[in-house]
């Protein structure tokens, strides 16, 4: 079966770099578009980044984080990475990390990220 498993949130001060981290597995991950989403407190689940099986498209960032947050993947160990740098506070959420299989979406259970002082 399809599963999403992230790691690598935690608490960092403003300015400071996180690497978040999904591993995957149920379906040949190399094929899929891999995405990361954020959810703050009282807010709707927001796009963060996106990136194709393939690698020949661009990734996609939200205009929030561009410049500060990079999305990659490692076909060979099916996992996909976020690295956050230069956090601000307003990057405080849950991030999930989500691939569309069989035209059904996939979550995995997040991981918090707390931006603080």
């Known amino acids: 079966q399809v599963q999403l498993v992230e790691s690598g949130g935690g608490l960092v001060q403003p300015g400071g770099s996180l690497r978040l981290s999904c591993v995957a597995s149920?379906?040949?991950?190399?094929?899929?578009?891999m995405s990361w989403y954020r959810q703050a407190p009282g807010k709707e689940r927001e796009l963060v980044a996106r990136?194709?099986?393939?690698?020949?498209?661009?990734?996609m960032y939200a205009d929030s984080v561009k410049g500060r947050f990079t999305i990659s993947r490692d076909n060979a160990k099916n996992t996909v990475y976020l690295q956050m740098n230069s956090l601000k506070v307003e990057d405080t959420a849950m991030y999930y990390c989500?691939?569309?299989?069989?035209?059904?979406?996939?979550w995995g259970q997040g991981t918090q990220v707390t931006v603080s002082s």
């Open positions: 989500n691939a569309m299989v069989e035209r059904v979406p996939r």
């Open positions: 990136i194709t099986g393939i690698g020949i498209i661009p990734a």
């Open positions: 149920g379906f040949t991950f190399s094929l899929y578009t």
